[in-house]
């Protein structure tokens, strides 16, 4: 079966908080909390890790002052991972669960930027990265880039796996993805439909059947695949040209939190072992709803 590799530059420590009843302006106390290493990569990579343990691996820079921490919690939800010490901390990012409404509410809190230089550490890391990425046959590439990193940091690695031919699916968007078009094309773009219409300058008016036709005229341009989730409603994707829509199965969330990088895990999974478009759109979509059954963000267990 195939090898993975998940790429995270924005290492997070996620807190997950149970209310009751969560009020605004108001004490509240919580009932429950629990603590994972995650990141969009992360996460994606916790849950390959569940399809088929051993298959993936993690690389990510992280904070020296709280490295520790993190690593020793992916290791207990057995994600094999590999990083580059860089200046200050992991960021934290807390979920707070409203018991009452099944409601999500996520709160993300970046590190501030240190005086300190990151050329080295950088440098370090993409020869990991190059290293790493020789070893395996897919490489999932997502999350945000933290301000530290040079502006062409994600367009570069990306590049390393296009020309190393291994299956590329990228999850971010914006300037960060339009840098990244302009050296190489990822083989399987997925972002949500808000990002999709930020990142080509599409108004967010359109209805789904101009959406469909926007989609597949760009999937046909890059000839690739474009998988555009949106929440609830059906994910609409194409494959060179070729539009598909997929249904989202109705559950009863806990937590709503790394649907879509389940999602991305469940997909690359499948097209890379089995190379079935629709099979690989279903598993995302299974692995997105489990993930919304589960309190862990990032899991199908």
Request: net charge negative; hydrophobic share 40%.
């Amino acid at each position: 079966m195939a090898r993975f590799l998940c790429i995270c530059l924005s290492s997070t420590l996620q807190r997950t908080v149970n209310f009751n009843r969560l009020k605004m302006e108001d004490v509240n106390r919580a009932s429950s909390y629990r603590i994972d290493a995650s990141g969009k990569a992360i996460n994606a990579a916790r849950v390959l890790s569940q399809l088929e343990p051993s298959c993936v691996k993690a690389v990510c820079p992280m904070g020296k002052e709280n490295c520790s921490v993190f690593v020793q919690l992916a290791i207990q939800d057995g994600i094999e991972i590999a990083g580059v010490a860089v200046p200050g901390k992991i960021r934290e990012c807390w979920t707070l669960l409203d018991r009452s409404y099944n409601t999500t509410t996520e709160i993300v809190v970046d590190e501030p930027v240190l005086s300190e230089d990151y050329e080295i550490p950088e440098e370090k890391f993409l020869a990991l990265v190059n290293e790493e990425i020789q070893k395996v046959d897919a490489v999932l590439l997502a999350g945000s880039r933290p301000k530290a990193y040079s502006i062409g940091i994600m367009a570069c690695i990306a590049r390393i796996a296009v020309d190393s031919k291994k299956t590329l699916l990228v999850d971010y968007w914006g300037e960060d993805l339009l840098r990244t078009l302009r050296v190489c094309t990822p083989q399987i773009i997925k972002i949500n439909e808000k990002e999709f219409y930020s990142t080509f300058g599409l108004s967010e008016a359109l209805d789904g059947e101009h959406l469909k036709v926007q989609i597949t005229d760009k999937s046909k341009e890059l000839d690739n695949i474009i998988i555009i989730t949106r929440g609830k409603n059906s994910t609409i994707a194409a494959n060179k040209g070729e539009i598909y829509e997929f249904p989202t199965e109705k559950v009863n969330p806990v937590n709503t939190t790394a649907c879509g990088d389940s999602f991305n895990a469940g997909f690359l999974y499948e097209y890379v072992n089995f190379h079935n478009f629709e099979d690989s759109l279903a598993k995302g979509t299974w692995c997105a709803a489990r993930n919304a059954e589960s309190e862990r963000p990032g899991s199908i267990i």
